[in-house]
């Protein structure tokens, strides 16, 4: 029996995510951004097409590491302007029927009490069709942005991180009891107050004592996305995640990542089974294998290269002006995101990259793979991910929505004839979609789930 591969579509409310320059071609939508009836047609061509879910990425910082300034993120558009993405997801939902929707919230820019209210009312108005992607951002300017001088320590955000998701759970799953809404009208009892309680939390960051404000959502605890691929990552993801982001240069790094994380996982008491890993990955097809590669190389024509040093620098936090780029890419260590200059030079890269060719390579759809070529050859490519260990992809895009037109409309038969994609969705929230039926909650052996009221 096959194995079902998982598709996100990986999107940002912004008129470039990780195409600087691609706003300029003349199929691409993304100056929309702003426009809900576009965010709406994109989810029913989603929903069309089968896809899981909708993967919203975010930012609450700029891109200012290039040059030491803002100047060529903003005149590229790189991120900025950028909108909130929560916003969008009501009127998505409204417009479709299965489709999942993970946005992406740093622990940095709203209080764990604040946020677990609005996981609770995205989760009831979309009747449990919600994701949180969790990030401890990686841009300096972030910090500065909520009062600090920069971001804390790699290692220490995560051990933020680590108390945030503690009060997200105590609140999610101890504080209202399963039955404490009663709706008994001859009573003229709404909530049964005895099965409300506070949380009583006392961290090192963070002190709530009172109750959830909002009752249970059709999950609770949202699905739990994320992303790290440090060692410390790698064991936040292990400890809390459900759905963990990944990339790599080859099918083997990747293999080893996954492998890796899932042995941290039994260590934490989980089940490794109760992890899905997406791969990062880019698609570019067409009818014919040089339709894909004459579209991949109109893409190139547009690549605004400041526009992808800026993004470089900020995901790296390496001021990549200062260098030949001709040079070859070397690994630093810094406060961001570490695996990405991993990716480029760590054993295993088929290849000598230069800072150029990086600039270049991500200003397509980002840091990672891309696989050209007609959809059966795309098909055949994916499956090399998935033998290394890929549950499912997060798929980015050049142009918008045409990315997504071109995949939907090209390659989804062809996996839906292998038996390797959903025709139809299952029943039920988007946690059941993805792990089964009678799901719609956290596994007993999650951490979260320890803070049930038994």
């Excluded at 108005?125 to 790699?154: C, P």
């Excluded at 009172?210 to 060692?231: D, F, I, K």
């Excluded at 570490?338 to 390579?361: H, N, Y």
Aim: charged letters at 25%; proline letters at 5%.
């Amino acid at each position: 029996m096959n194995k079902r591969i998982y598709f996100n579509a990986f999107h940002m409310n912004c008129v470039v995510h990780q195409s600087p320059g691609l706003w300029m071609h003349p199929e691409d939508q993304t100056h929309r951004y702003k426009d809900l009836g576009a965010w709406m047609e994109l989810a029913q061509l989603l929903e069309r097409g089968r896809f899981d879910g909708l993967f919203l990425a975010d930012v609450i910082g700029v891109y200012d590491v290039f040059r030491g300034s803002r100047d060529a993120a903003a005149r590229g558009a790189v991120q900025i302007p950028v909108n909130d993405p929560s916003l969008l997801i009501p009127a998505m939902a409204h417009a479709t029927e299965h489709l999942g929707f993970a946005y992406t919230s740093s622990v940095l820019q709203v209080h764990p009490f604040t946020f677990a209210r609005q996981i609770s009312t995205l989760d009831h108005l979309t009747k449990g069709r919600i994701a949180w992607n969790i990030v401890a951002s990686y841009l300096e300017s972030s910090g500065r942005n909520f009062g600090l001088a920069g971001l804390l320590d790699h290692d220490e955000r995560y051990a933020f991180a680590d108390e945030y998701l503690e009060v997200c759970y105590k609140l999610w799953e101890s504080s209202w009891e399963d039955d404490a809404v009663l709706e008994d009208r001859r009573q003229r009892i709404y909530v049964d107050p005895a099965k409300v309680h506070d949380i009583h939390h006392a961290g090192e960051h963070f002190r709530v004592d009172g109750c959830h404000l909002s009752e249970p959502s059709p999950q609770r605890t949202p699905v739990l996305y994320q992303a790290g691929s440090s060692p410390r990552g790698r064991l936040f993801a292990a400890r809390h995640a459900e759905c963990v982001f990944v990339t790599g240069p080859t099918p083997q790094v990747v293999a080893e990542c996954i492998r890796d994380t899932r042995e941290r996982a039994r260590q934490q008491g989980r089940d490794p089974r109760d992890l899905l890993f997406f791969m990062f990955l880019k698609v570019i097809t067409g009818a014919t294998e040089s339709e894909a590669r004459r579209k991949h190389d109109e893409f190139m024509a547009y690549v605004d290269y400041e526009g992808g040093l800026a993004l470089l620098g900020g995901w790296t936090g390496v001021d990549f002006s200062r260098f030949d780029p001709d040079r070859p890419v070397e690994y630093i260590e810094t406060n961001a995101i570490r695996s990405l200059l991993q990716g480029f030079t760590q054993a295993g890269a088929d290849r000598r990259w230069t800072i150029r060719d990086v600039a270049k390579a991500v200003a397509i759809g980002g840091a990672g793979p891309v696989i050209v070529g007609a959809p059966e050859q795309v098909a055949d490519e994916l499956m090399q991910w998935v033998d290394a260990g890929a549950d499912g992809f997060n798929l980015a895009y050049m142009i918008t929505p045409g990315t997504f037109k071109d995949f939907i409309e090209g390659v989804v038969p062809v996996l839906q004839r292998r038996g390797l994609m959903q025709s139809e969705y299952g029943e039920g929230t988007y946690r059941e979609k993805l792990f089964g039926a009678r799901r719609a909650r956290l596994p007993q052996t999650h951490p979260g789930a320890r803070y049930r009221r038994r």
